[in-house]
């Protein structure tokens, strides 16, 4: 017996084949309605000689799982390659999902596309949920999946107290006040920090903790904010912090990319790392052991926060069961862009 049309085989050509009805296909690829076992097998043996499968669409529209899960990046694709720090959140996420064979749906879009990726994901039912990174100051996306109906869960801390479920490591700020310790230690009064854009709630309570270590020893930072978290906005900002007629001695980054800026500019400066000038950056990535000098940093657990985020809403989502997430705190690693404090 031959298919009912041309071209891909339909749920047609599959009850024909096994000479059922179309519902009885569909109860037997679903598991559901009492179907005799030999129909069943007698089914799927049809479908797979046609090569036939539910659509994703197909399945969404049962109310079934499409075994994916989506992550709106609002990054350039050009900026995303300088930013390793999404490379290893989304290592965590995958390592939760591959073992389940689920997939990760990704998305990079610009401001204005961001709002039209999530009513995509939703109206064409092709995620389960979304991870949200991120969080920023009077956040819209929580407002719009509630009224989308997609579960999320945000890596993070949101603006304001929100039921939208978070993944986050226990004592966030631990390692920024380490830093703050450790260059106190070696004589350093004069400190400078590069943050990112002032919508990024971490960009304004990681800044918040490091005025209060620095506060704690009578001290006050100067601060400069960078218009994005690339280096060449982290290369301007730096400048202006090394120009200055009280140039810091110490200078603290959102991450580790817009440090490795912080140094070339310091360089072209003509100053001297870490002779007149300690740098460290944020997270640990790869590159720190690569630089010259080896990068002083606050090493963050990505890969557990991604891991930890998909956990969550798979967990919500009732395809496994959820437990305590296994988030390393944040800890300083020094490396040789740290030194004492010139004479």
């Known amino acids: 017996m031959g298919r009912t049309g041309s071209g891909r085989p339909t749920i047609a050509d599959v009850a024909a084949r096994a000479g059922v009805s179309v519902g009885a296909v569909s109860a037997a690829v679903n598991g559901k309605g009492r179907l005799a076992e030999a129909t069943r097998l007698r089914v799927l043996a049809a479908a797979a000689e046609l090569g036939w499968a539910p659509s994703v669409a197909a399945v969404a529209l049962r109310g079934a799982r499409v075994g994916a899960l989506g992550l709106v990046l609002r990054r350039e694709p050009d900026l995303l390659s300088s930013d390793p720090h999404f490379a290893q959140l989304i290592t965590g996420v995958e390592s939760a999902l591959a073992p389940l064979g689920w997939g990760l749906l990704l998305h990079l879009v610009d401001a204005d596309g961001e709002e039209g990726a999530y009513r995509g994901l939703a109206a064409g039912r092709r995620v389960d949920g979304v991870v949200l990174t991120e969080s920023r100051v009077r956040d819209p996306r929580f407002a719009l999946l509630r009224e989308l ?47 990112g854009p002032e919508d990024r709630v971490h960009t304004r309570r990681r800044r918040a903790a490091f005025r209060r270590a620095l506060g704690g020893h009578g001290l006050v930072p100067e601060c ?11 290369a301007v900002a730096a400048r202006a912090l090394l120009t200055s007629a009280e140039r ?3 200078v603290l980054f959102a991450n580790d990319s817009m440090a490795a800026a912080g140094l070339a500019t310091a360089r072209r400066l003509g100053i001297d790392v870490p002779g007149e000038l300690s740098v460290v950056g944020h997270d640990d990535l790869p590159l720190c052991e690569l ?7 606050v090493r963050q657990d990505l890969v557990g926060l991604g891991r930890a985020a998909a956990v ?14 296994q988030v390393r705190p944040p800890e300083l690693v020094v490396r040789g862009s740290t030194g004492p404090a010139p004479r």
Not at 291 to 297: F, S
Request: proline share 11%; glycine share 14%; net charge positive.
């Open 149 to 195: 109906g997609l579960p999320a869960v945000l890596v993070g801390t949101p603006w304001r107290p929100d039921p939208v479920p978070t993944a986050r490591a226990r004592d966030q700020h631990r390692g920024i006040a380490r830093a703050v310790e450790h260059l106190v230690g070696l004589g350093h009064r004069r400190f400078g920090y590069v943050s």
């Open 224 to 234: 400069a904010s960078a218009t994005g978290f690339d280096p060449g906005a982290a």
């Open 248 to 250: 810091p001695t110490a």
């Open 291 to 297: 630089l010259h000098p080896a990068l002083t940093t």
């Open 312 to 325: 969550e809403l798979l967990a919500g989502l009732g395809v496994v069961d959820g437990g305590p997430a």
